[in-house]
């Protein structure tokens, strides 16, 4: 390999979601880019993250659906389980998209290296190891795209056999017979939801007074009672310190509490950057007390010619969709366009729990906190005929809106949905929170019948002041 300096408009370190879609927006516009992977393309998301989370989420709702199956008349025998095959699919769907993945950002004649890379003075990118280790590629500007990993937690060494985090649990081919999960947030709650539907006896344990911390308080409700029903334990608001295994299992600490005896662990308690080692001397790029690097709303950090988007900027959502906005805005930015901020306030949210979590906006305590006057309207999935039909009732969709002067709702704050596919569900509400819609600009639009989305058309038409089955 040449040791010559490699020219491009665009250097993007890491290729997770953010580093991809920076990567193939960035070539669309005709911009000449290269990408740095030291693993696989696709990052965490693909490999580690939302598409096998959501594989295995998906086969416990094929369980579920077949445990059901005799409500409709439909016999099945009983219903076994082989997780190995379950683990092959998910391996099989990533390696599609994978290689997909791959095609297309070759297609777009982006050039990739394989390596890990760091970032020098004067946007210079030096590949430390791997098959092109020794590359030098200098960027006209340079995005940072290093993504995240698990956080651990002291006490707790993750061994991959009885201590794991999500990277280990997502490789397992069978399941245990009981897990504690430590971390009741979107991930925790994720996997607690799918290892009690595979039949796992499973206790989460959360440091925060309640579980998905953030969420709206009646979406919490309706996810607590429904794991309390499957009889997933959820202990709030306890500190674990530590755990002895004995005889095929361990015994988990918790400060001025019983110990949970479990097979497994899983620790859920967060990313951190990871941005040890990607950032060499005279960088000029500015890197919070927590090891998250400081942009702006441009994605610009302190040296205006090297952007950060994705999991590794400070202060932001860790989401995949996340990432991919953060890198139009940097593309645009990088291409002198016009471009509108991402509103983190606004973005999208969906939890894949068994009850499903979507939401958009502000929660109905986060707009009083900011000293909204506010109207709400709830309505629940129990009275929507295609829940009757396919037999998932539980859930809620509540909307939060501006009190007007004469006491009406003006304009839509926030979208909280709970229930059946709600995260297919969201892009509406989405749609009226950041379009600023009113209630009765929304509620005008109609929702097909019988559908699942008709719970939110009702609620809105409530919010707007007149109701069909909503007072
Ligand atoms: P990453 O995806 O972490 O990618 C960074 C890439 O950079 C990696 O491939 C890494 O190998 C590479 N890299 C790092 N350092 C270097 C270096 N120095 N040189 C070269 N390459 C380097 N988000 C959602 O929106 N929806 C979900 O449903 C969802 N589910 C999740 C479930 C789980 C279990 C987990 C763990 C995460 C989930 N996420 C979800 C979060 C999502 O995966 C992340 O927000 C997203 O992957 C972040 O993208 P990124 O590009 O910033 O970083």
């Not at 998301?45 to 989370?53: E, S």
């Not at 095609?103 to 210079?124: C, F, H, M, S």
């Not at 030096?126 to 020794?134: F, K, N, P, T, V």
């Not at 749609?431 to 609620?459: C, D, K, M, R």
């Amino acid at each position: 390999m040449t040791n010559e300096v490699q020219l491009f408009d665009v250097v993007i370190i890491g290729g997770g979601p953010g580093g991809y879609a920076a990567a193939l927006y960035g070539a669309s516009a005709g911009l000449n880019v290269a990408l740095i992977e030291r693993d696989k393309v696709g990052g965490t998301c693909l490999h580690r993250g939302c598409v096998p989370a959501k594989e295995f989420l998906e086969t416990a709702h094929v369980r579920r659906t077949i445990e059901h199956a005799s409500t409709f008349g439909i016999g099945t025998g009983a219903v076994s389980v082989d997780f190995s095959v379950s683990q092959a699919r998910k391996n099989e769907v990533v390696d599609k998209l994978h290689k997909g993945l791959s095609g297309l950002l070759k297609g777009r004649k982006v050039t990739i290296y394989e390596g890990t890379a760091r970032l020098d003075a004067d946007q210079v990118v030096r590949i430390l190891d791997g098959a092109d280790a020794g590359v030098e590629a200098k960027g006209t500007n340079v995005i940072l795209a290093a993504g995240s990993v698990p956080r651990t937690l002291p006490g707790f060494d993750v061994d991959g056999q009885i201590v794991l985090t999500s990277d280990e649990f997502l490789d397992l081919d069978t399941l245990p017979a009981s897990a504690a999960v430590i971390g009741g947030g979107a991930i925790g709650c994720e996997f607690a939801s799918m290892l009690s539907d595979m039949g796992t006896a499973v206790t989460v344990l959360e440091g925060l007074p309640t579980i998905l911390a953030g969420c709206d308080s009646e979406v919490v409700s309706v996810v607590g009672r429904s794991f309390k029903k499957r009889g997933i334990e959820v202990r709030a608001g306890v500190n674990v310190t530590g755990h002895t295994p004995a005889k095929g299992k361990t015994a988990v600490h918790v400060e001025g509490g019983d110990d949970v005896v479990v097979e497994v662990v899983v620790l859920a308690v967060g990313r951190r950057p990871r941005s040890e080692g990607l950032l060499g001397d005279g960088t000029g790029v500015e890197v919070n007390e927590r090891g998250f690097v400081v942009a702006n709303s441009s994605m610009r950090t302190a040296n205006p010619n090297v952007y950060a988007i994705g999991d590794i900027v400070a202060n932001t959502p860790q989401l995949a969709h996340v990432g991919f906005a953060e890198a139009i805005v940097a593309i645009k930015t990088i291409l002198g366009e016009p471009v509108v901020p991402v509103d983190y306030d606004r973005v999208p949210w969906a939890i894949y729990s068994n009850p499903e979590v979507a939401f958009v906006g502000l929660t109905e305590a986060a707009a009083k906190e900011r000293g909204y006057e506010v109207v709400v309207k709830k309505d629940p999935f129990g009275g929507n005929s295609r829940a009757q039909i396919i037999g998932e009732t539980e859930g809620v969709v509540k909307i939060i809106a501006e009190k007007r002067a004469d006491g009406t709702a003006g304009q839509i704050l926030g979208v909280h949905m709970a229930g059946p596919w709600v995260t297919e569900q969201l892009g509406a509400g989405y749609y009226a929170v950041n379009w600023e819609a009113t209630a009765e600009e929304a509620a005008a639009l109609i929702q097909p019948h019988p559908s699942l989305s008709e719970t939110f058309g009702e609620t809105l038409l409530a919010l707007a002041g007149r109701g069909l089955h909503v007072g």
